[in-house]
């Protein structure tokens, strides 16, 4: 296997990371809201927000891990990569802005 490739999919791992971290967020969101304890609401939009690129860049990267097409590669890396630097970026400036403004008490 040529060694692009292999790149692409090492980084293609990572996407699917960041990916899982935002799932596990999730699920620590939805512990939180069964016991009775939830977060303020520009948080819990801000991080709905970050999973609206998230989740497709999980998918484009098990798709990129699944296909040995050189041309399908060639499509999925780059949707995989920016959708992730996407959602990481609105979870960081979001969450910096809630900071700012004083929202997160």
Same mark, same amino acid.
């Given at each position: 296997?040529?060694? !692009?490739?292999?790149?692409?999919? @090492? ?5 699917? @990371? ?35 690129? @998230?989740?497709?860049?999980?998918? +484009? ?7 040995? &097409?050189?041309?399908?590669? &060639?499509?999925? +890396? ?10 990481? !970026? ?8 809630? @900071? ?6």
């Amino acid at each position: 296997m040529p060694r !692009a490739i292999e790149a692409r999919r @090492l980084a293609g791992k990572f996407v699917l @990371l960041v990916a899982g971290v935002w799932i596990m967020g999730l699920v620590a969101f939805i512990a939180a809201g069964a016991q009775g304890s939830w977060l303020p609401l520009p948080n819990l939009l801000i991080y709905l927000a970050s999973g609206a690129a @998230l989740i497709p860049a999980g998918y +484009f990267s098990v798709r990129l891990h699944a296909t040995d &097409d050189r041309e399908v590669l &060639d499509q999925l +890396f780059p949707r995989a990569v920016w959708c992730c630097l996407a959602g990481v !970026a609105i979870f960081a400036a979001g969450f910096f802005l809630v @900071l700012q403004l004083g929202g997160a008490k």
